[in-house]
């Protein structure tokens, strides 16, 4: 059975996954997986003349189809909500 490509193309990876943003959105996982990351940024803030995130909503995903909610939550800054998520990402892939 042949294995098809569902995207192609070069991604930044980070922890050996691939990690995409659009606008306001931050996906982390690998589809084939049965869970994955998505990131919202809510709001940004003016830091030093540069908008960066500020509210982050964090969801753990199924890779079902329907998109079933694992886990919920929301963080200040993305390098915290990053962080905690990929935390939940690994214990629902580890399960």
Do not use: C, H
Request: hydrophobic residues 40%; negative net charge; without cysteine.
């Amino acid at each position: 059975m042949e294995e098809k490509t569902i995207l192609e193309g070069k991604y930044l990876m980070y922890k050996d996954k691939p990690l995409v943003r659009e606008r306001n959105v931050i996906v982390y996982g690998d589809m084939r997986d049965k869970y994955y990351l998505f990131l919202m940024i809510l709001t940004t803030k003016n830091d030093g003349g540069n908008e960066v995130p500020d509210r982050i909503l964090i969801q753990v995903l199924s890779t079902d189809g329907k998109q079933t909610i694992v886990k919920q939550g929301e963080k200040s800054g993305l390098y915290d909500a990053l962080d905690i998520g990929i935390i939940w990402l690994e214990r629902a892939l580890a399960e």
